[in-house]
């Protein structure tokens, strides 16, 4: 073997760790295996209290034998959650269906309710609530992050219903959509008007 021969060993082993390199960041960054991996959740609507076994009334008999008959105080009902606004997600850079709601808590807080959410897993998911406007198509795939927006935090699941917890201070005027937010490559995967 001639002088261009081993030259060319160390070439190759070069090239083939670098080449292997480059895969391995590409498979970090792309994460392709997340396009046939779905994660459900199934959260229940906060801020309502569960059912709970109330002590049995008292018998005629024991009414009777007990205190004079006086008339119970009626316990106060709960506040009901209230939804403030709701939309229905469209798709944009993946298929997205689903319906989303903003809703006041008997707390006062607020929380985005994501219903029958189905959507493509990715990398770095997020659900936003922004002040840009819901655009069809492509045109609609990069405005959310031109604007105003608070990052409600990871998207829990690609399928089902989730509760993200709006941060208490946050002024909602002009907060009129919410969007599913891949912030790796700053795209929208689906988004709704909240009207």
Not at 16 to 45: C, I, M, N, R, S
Not at 127 to 153: C, M
Request: hydrophobic fraction near 40%; charge should be negative; proline fraction near 8%.
């Amino acid at each position: 073997m001639g002088r261009g021969g081993r030259r060319r060993g160390p070439l190759v082993a070069g090239i083939l760790v670098v080449a292997v390199a480059l895969a391995g960041v590409g498979l970090y960054w792309f994460q392709p295996w997340k396009l046939w991996q779905d994660e459900t959740v199934q959260e229940a609507l906060p801020g309502l209290a569960a059912p709970t076994s109330a002590a049995p009334e008292p018998t005629v008999s024991e009414a009777a034998e007990s205190a004079p008959a006086a008339k119970p105080t009626p316990k106060p009902t709960p506040e009901a959650p209230r939804t403030l606004s709701r939309g229905t997600l469209i798709s944009h850079e993946h298929t997205t269906t689903g319906t989303v709601q903003l809703i006041r808590l008997p707390d006062g807080s607020h929380t985005v309710r994501l219903e029958n959410l189905d959507t493509s897993n990715g990398p770095d998911l997020r659900v936003w609530l922004t002040d840009a406007p819901v655009k069809e198509g492509k045109a609609g795939w990069h405005v959310f992050d031109d604007g105003q927006y608070v990052s409600l935090g990871k998207l829990k699941g690609n399928k089902g219903d989730q509760n993200y917890t709006v941060p208490a201070g946050t002024d909602l005027t002009g907060l009129t959509s919410v969007a599913i937010w891949c912030d790796r490559f700053d795209v929208s995967f689906g988004a709704a008007a909240l009207a």
